[in-house]
């Protein structure tokens, strides 16, 4: 009998939860079909269907949906809404079920996590295994061995984020969404080009309990997101040489979040905001200059 493929977008809530999900349901024996790495194509087929106002991972996201169409049985949409209540979700996050859900004639299994009412991550996934017929005692347990697998797996990246700290090299901070990080084709470039000038480059995601260190910056931030990756800045501030941050335009949050950080934060910084990525060119000459800057100072 063939397996049921999920479709599960490389975008968005991926670069969160894409690895435990992905070993999650592989445990129940589902056949999980990851959509391909960003490209050009990804990137206009979102364009495409996207409206002026959504930002650039938005559309991305939605160019991975569309890859996904006529491969996969289901697709996996993880809609968040919230960590509880200090801990909220930008609405790009909490909408996803529904945009999907609108524009795609597409079978969706739907994550929804809500804390602040009791919908945490583990009760939406018995939820799931109850409309495939799966006992909640093997959904439980495929939960508790994806998520040591995916601690190891992320246990590994945050020790080598610890290690480049201690480098010689001259380091710069990543304030940025592992979304637009990681994705090959928005913010990899830019890390690869950091890496082939001999800068140790140290990830804003890749820390433990920075959440409250934010309020060295506001008391009052919304984003639960947001608060972890400023208190990344304020944990490691006397071991870097500068910080630049990374959006995606027009993001609400990070306008928001990161203009209030860089009016406190006493370190050298570059503000990268990337739109549609035909050309780097200027993004590049910004990223010459600012490391210049910095191995003077150095």
Known sequence: ?????LGLPRALYYYYDGIFLKYFFELLNFEVIVSAETNRKIIDDGNSVSSDEMCLSLKTYLGHIVSLKGISDYIIIMRIDNYGIKNQMCTNFASLYDIVHNMFNVN????NIDQQNKHTILSELINVGKNFKIKRKEIVNAYKIAKIKTNKYNKKLVIKNMNNLKKEDLKILIVSH?????????????IRFLEDMNISVIYS??????NKLSKI???NLYWKYSKESIGAIELVKDKIDGVIFISSFPCGPDSLTNELVMRKVNKPY???ILDDVNSLTGTITRLESFVDILYVKK
């Not at 592992?178 to 830019?190: A, C, E, Q, S």
């Not at 995601?205 to 920075?210: C, S």
Request: aromatic residues 18%; negative net charge.
């Open 1 to 5: 009998m063939d397996k049921i493929k």
């Open 108 to 111: 969706i299994i739907d994550i």
């Open 178 to 190: 592992p979304y637009n990080i990681y994705d090959r084709y928005i913010g990899y470039p830019i």
């Open 205 to 210: 995601d890749l820390f433990n309990n920075t």
């Open 217 to 219: 910056y506001s008391d």
């Open 270 to 272: 570059l503000n990268l």
